[in-house]
């Protein structure tokens, strides 16, 4: 059974608790210190949202209110039971906030009809016009006028999909909302989050995800169940038995997914997905914000990039924080994360966010210590450091061109041969797979797995630097450019940058840095291909996300996109690797390389491909890194 870390991780969160506390002990420390209410809370069109408020029993000062607004459960229910957890860390606890979980207009226990991402309404005219800006707002209201001892001052965190709706209370705040942290917040479906990554469908968590999330809901309930029951130990295999996209309606969906039908409605980047971009709507952000993601998040590290970008540019001004690290989706709220798949960071990284969150909140809520936060607190790897910087990207940094050449070569050099290429056949009956190995879940340790595995297969092109003589540290997005030529119509591009690493550690095997290392006892250092960074583009969007165009068989095409930001040194001794594909499976669905609408096409339309990278002087295939001097 695939497991998607969206639901995973945001119901286990509220559930899960520390090695340092037990469940009893932490559970039991939440009922004498708090009491626990309940209230269906009246929005301005008559909905109520169902919430569950946890109040300090120490009534002698006033609290303020701390409040996630989430589509998966503010269990447990009843006023009798208590979580496990309460706050963003298990620092929070003993705080004394006035702690608000809520589920959101649609879901669970709340009245009204759910929407994905619910698009934003600027100008509301009636009441009738409601979005999760106006559902904060009018959740705020309610909570300052009916709940008591609080200090007039409320925050807002979320990871995920809660992150969207921390996002989502930003435009038209209400004025006691003081601090915002969306965290790995869901922004845009179509363009890099979740759904779609530049245009193309990930089917593998998708297809798992909206089996357990969208249920068709007659009436509030608790818990829902899933659509399909259907087990495999083989994910490759599995999918690829499946057929076209649309065989998972025919099959499994059967039409009872809502939310799978939309996305699939919408092949190209329609009205659809722009109602739910909330990047336009976050402008001249009040509160102080702390938009927190992490390097390797697999579902929305497009989305903490890109929502700190729109709120900092749109926000003149404003007190606004990025923080980065070496996490995948919310990792940075478990009790210890010191390594991950085979990169080790040397300390608990998260235990330092934690204690940077809880004085972002404790002083804008509180007024208590300081928060000290730069505009970017990022966790470089390869050097494990935290760094500070007063942008994001750098100032300091400089761009930097890559170019691809003949022999397999990466280099700063300019090509200077009339005519080069190298060629690969994509073939939709063997695709490339995501990860070495047979997965049944989404490997999780895929966005810092040794490539070796794809440089052994001849439909991936493999281009390599020199040795490198001193470190090479990148801060900031990648942006490639190829160029391409087709036998057919449509083709999907995936480009990775990899860090090689050398047959010994520099220092040698007895004082050698083994800090971003894998572990010697456990991997062959020798050559070994850690990826820093990848990144999918469907091609028929090359020129435009609304407008898909077909490639002309046997012409020269550029291809040009952005792979999201990295903050990584790669050391003296080591090399740098870019590789390129065209399928990514099963994390990415089949593109069948002929120009057709892919949620409806048919398994004829699915077709061999031979496919040039060109490197020659007129058409200079490359990658464009920022690099710090």
């Known amino acids: 059974m695939l497991r998607f870390s969206w639901l995973a991780l945001c119901l286990g969160l509220c559930f899960t608790v520390t090695a340092q506390n037990g469940p009893d002990t932490l559970t039991a420390f939440i009922q004498a210190n708090y009491t626990k209410i309940e209230r269906r809370i009246p929005m301005r069109d008559g909905v109520t949202l169902f919430t569950s408020i946890y109040i300090p029993r120490d009534s002698s000062v006033d609290h303020p209110i701390l409040m996630m607004r989430t589509p998966y459960s503010c269990a447990p229910y009843g006023e009798s039971n208590y979580p496990r957890r309460l706050g963003p860390s298990r620092l929070f606890p003993a705080e004394r906030y006035i702690f608000v979980v809520q589920d959101v207009r649609g879901r669970y226990m709340s009245q009204g009809q759910f929407q994905e991402m619910t698009p934003a309404v600027d100008n509301k005219k009636t009441k009738k016009d409601v979005d999760e800006s106006s559902d904060t707002y009018d959740t705020i209201?309610?909570?300052?006028?009916?709940?008591?001892?609080?200090?007039?001052?409320?925050?807002?965190?979320?990871?995920?999909?809660?992150?969207?709706?921390?996002?989502?209370?930003?435009?038209?705040?209400?004025?006691?909302?003081?601090?915002?942290?969306?965290?790995?917040?869901?922004?845009?479906?179509?363009?890099?989050?979740?759904?779609?990554?530049?245009?193309?469908?990930?089917?593998?968590?998708?297809?798992?995800?909206?089996?357990?999330?969208?249920?068709?809901?007659?009436?509030?309930?608790?818990?829902?169940?899933?659509?399909?029951?259907?087990?495999?130990?083989?994910?490759?295999?599995?999918?690829?038995?499946?057929?076209?996209?649309?065989?998972?309606?025919?099959?499994?969906?059967?039409?009872?997914?809502?939310?799978?039908?939309?996305?699939?409605?919408?092949?190209?980047?329609?009205?659809?997905?722009?109602?739910?971009?909330?990047?336009?709507?976050?402008?001249?952000?009040?509160?102080?914000?702390?938009?927190?993601?992490?390097?390797?998040?697999?579902?929305?590290?497009f989305g903490a990039l890109k929502t700190f970008e729109a709120v900092d540019k749109q926000s003149p001004g404003g007190n606004i924080h990025l923080l980065m690290g070496p996490w995948t989706h919310g990792a940075w709220a478990r009790g210890d994360w010191t390594h991950y798949a085979d990169y080790s960071f040397g300390?608990?990284?998260?235990?330092?966010?934690?204690?940077?969150?809880?004085?972002?909140?404790?002083?804008?809520?509180?007024?208590?210590?300081?928060?000290?936060?730069?505009?970017?607190?990022?966790?470089?790897?390869?050097?494990?450091?935290?760094?500070?910087?007063?942008?994001?990207?750098?100032d300091e940094s400089v761009a930097q061109t890559w170019f691809l050449g003949a022999s397999h070569t990466l280099s700063t050099d300019k090509v200077m041969i009339p005519t080069s290429f190298d060629t690969y056949v994509s073939d939709p009956a063997n695709p490339v797979p995501y990860v070495k190995g047979v997965k049944g879940n989404r490997d999780n340790n895929y966005m810092g797995a040794d490539q070796r595995f794809a440089s052994l297969r001849p439909d991936v092109l493999t281009y390599t630097s020199d040795v490198l003589s001193k470190d090479v540290t990148l801060t900031g997005e990648i942006n490639a450019d190829l160029y391409v030529s087709l036998s057919g119509t449509d083709a999907d591009f995936v480009v990775k940058v990899i860090d090689v690493l050398p047959v010994e550690p520099a220092g040698g095997p007895e004082g050698a840095d083994r800090r971003s290392a894998p572990a010697a006892e456990e991997k062959a250092l020798g050559g070994y291909e850690q990826l820093v960074r990848a990144e999918v583009m469907r091609g028929k969007f090359r020129k435009s996300w609304e407008h898909a165009e077909a490639f002309e068989p046997g012409t020269v095409t550029k291809v040009s996109f952005t792979l999201n930001s990295v903050a990584h040194t790669f050391k003296a001794g080591h090399r740098i690797m870019v590789q390129v594909q065209s399928s990514w499976f099963p994390l990415v669905d089949l593109n069948p390389q002929t120009f057709v609408d892919i949620p409806r096409a048919s398994a004829g339309d699915f077709k061999k491909e031979t496919i040039q990278i060109y490197h020659d002087t007129k058409h200079p295939s490359s990658v464009t890194v920022r690099r710090l001097p």
């Open 141 to 301: 209201d309610w909570l300052l006028k009916n709940i008591t001892h609080n200090n007039g001052k409320v925050g807002i965190y979320g990871i995920s999909y809660p992150g969207f709706y921390a996002s989502a209370s930003l435009p038209d705040a209400h004025p006691a909302l003081k601090a915002v942290s969306p965290q790995a917040p869901v922004t845009d479906e179509f363009v890099g989050d979740d759904a779609n990554h530049r245009g193309a469908f990930f089917l593998m968590d998708n297809f798992d995800f909206m089996n357990g999330f969208d249920h068709p809901r007659p009436e509030p309930w608790t818990k829902y169940p899933r659509i399909f029951q259907v087990e495999y130990n083989d994910a490759y295999d599995f999918f690829l038995k499946m057929g076209p996209l649309k065989a998972a309606n025919d099959l499994y969906y059967k039409n009872q997914s809502k939310i799978w039908n939309e996305y699939l409605e919408h092949p190209t980047y329609d009205s659809y997905w722009r109602a739910r971009n909330i990047r336009p709507h976050l402008r001249n952000a009040k509160p102080a914000v702390l938009v927190v993601g992490g390097w390797f998040d697999a579902e929305d590290q």
């Open 347 to 394: 300390s608990n990284t998260s235990a330092f966010f934690q204690q940077q969150e809880l004085a972002f909140f404790n002083y804008y809520l509180k007024g208590e210590g300081k928060s000290d936060l730069d505009k970017a607190t990022v966790f470089v790897t390869g050097t494990n450091e935290w760094q500070k910087y007063s942008s994001w990207p750098p």
